[in-house]
């Protein structure tokens, strides 16, 4: 059980702090006790999430390590890309309802790598697609910021710059392998 105070991540509604844990009676259904979520980047929203239910919605926020640990597996990921458009459609939205973060993290790589290549011949991503990556943005990018202390418009650059960083290490690393090996 979580405590009041605490910031979890409930479903779509993203990163929430638990404002209260009490008893609820709505609709005349059985009274429940309930965790009373405030999310941090909808100022005005209260959610009211049941303690014994839909506990897959809810979890702890992400560390700043295991953010580490899928920035620095994104460049490894293969990409996703589904030629049907329905298909594609359907298996992108079930990664949005119930993925992973490194599977969102790499429906964007995706999606972005896409666009680029849609971009470059004077073409856009369908209009579903544009939906998909903006909501992937919108559950990924706001946690990161969270727990990295930046804002959400941030973090595409952040993630970009340390791939950049760990690119340039492997890089280096294989130069130096190469060149220390002795020739056969």
């Given at each position: ?19 209260d ?15 009373v ?11 009211y ?31 996703i ?50 939906r ?29 710059e ?6 340039k ?16």
């Open positions: 059980m979580y405590s009041i105070n605490e910031y979890i991540v409930y479903g779509k509604a993203g990163v929430s702090q638990i404002i844990i009490r008893k609820e009676n709505f609709e005349g259904l059985e009274e429940q006790t309930y965790y979520l405030k999310p941090v980047y909808s100022e005005k929203s209260i959610i999430a049941p303690v014994d239910r839909n506990l897959n919605k809810l979890r702890k926020v992400l560390t700043v390590e295991e953010i580490y640990e899928i920035i620095g597996a994104l460049p490894e990921e293969k990409t890309w589904i030629a049907n458009d329905h298909s594609r459609k359907e298996r992108y939205l079930k990664i949005l309802k119930e993925g992973s973060h490194i599977e969102l993290a790499r429906l964007l790589k995706t999606l972005y790598e896409k666009n680029k290549e849609l971009t470059s011949t004077g073409k856009k991503l369908h209009v579903s697609d544009e998909i990556m903006k909501e992937a943005e919108r559950i990924l990018f706001e946690e990161f910021a969270f727990v990295l202390k930046i804002e959400p418009e941030e973090v595409l650059p952040f993630i970009t340390k791939i950049e960083i760990l690119t290490q492997k890089s280096s690393f294989i130069e130096t392998t190469a060149q220390n090996t002795p020739p056969d």
